[in-house]
């Protein structure tokens, strides 16, 4: 008979997709791993049976639990859709600095991802892009309906506006990594906005 787990798996993914985010997929080694969560390599194995494995279920972790503050966020109809987008914008910029390492930000998971991995692992590929068009499906339906109330007064399509939204938030998260600080992060967002109705 096996031997019950006596470690909570919720909290070693959480502390794994710590690592992961701040070191990224290549850098974070077994024995990282291991520090983070705690647990021996028999224990990571044996549960999540892979590193790549373990990556994954962090990423899907992440990506639910941000992807789904930021949907909420564009799709609450009591506020206008240009107060929507500045909600999105401001809760960017809150996030660079929950979570930060030497002075910079760790950024964005998802974004951190693309970059590291996303042209060579098929896997992570696939859950970045479902992602992104949820991402970008909300933010479109947030401009659409700003465009229909003349709230927003850019005449361009409404899918192009969002992928340029998408655009500037991954490179404020960068811009955050390089040091960016708050002052910089809002002027960002702000003349995004002020793009919007142009």
């Known amino acids: 008979m096996a031997r019950p787990r006596t470690f909570d798996e919720e909290r070693a993914l959480d502390a794994a997709m710590h690592a992961f985010w701040a070191n990224g997929y290549e850098a974070t080694s077994t024995q990282d791993l291991c520090d983070a969560t ?4 028999s224990s990571i194995y044996n549960t999540f049976s892979s590193k790549h494995e373990l990556f994954r279920r962090a990423l899907a972790r992440y990506i639910d639990s941000m992807t789904s503050i930021q ?3 564009l799709e609450d109809a009591g506020r206008p859709p240009m107060d929507r987008l500045r909600a999105l914008f401001a809760r960017i910029v809150d996030s660079e600095f ?3 390492k030497d002075g910079h930000s760790i950024g964005c998971l998802t974004v951190n991802t ?3 991995l996303a042209g060579r692992d098929p896997e992570a590929a696939e859950m970045l892009a479902r992602d992104l068009a949820m991402r970008l ?3 479109s339906a947030v401009i659409r309906a700003g465009q229909s109330g003349g709230d927003i007064t850019s005449a361009r399509d409404a899918a192009d506006l969002a992928r340029f939204v ?9 811009a955050a990594q390089g040091g960016a600080d ?5 002027a960002i967002a702000e003349t995004a906005l002020d793009a919007l109705n142009r």
Request: charged content about 25%.
């Open 182 to 186: 708050r002052a910089a992060l809002t």
């Open 137 to 139: 499906s909300a933010i």
């Open 166 to 174: 998408n655009a500037i938030i991954g490179g404020m998260r960068i």
């Open 38 to 41: 705690g647990l021996g390599r």
């Open 98 to 100: 929950e979570c930060r």
């Open 114 to 116: 693309t970059v590291e």
């Open 71 to 73: 949907v909420e966020i």
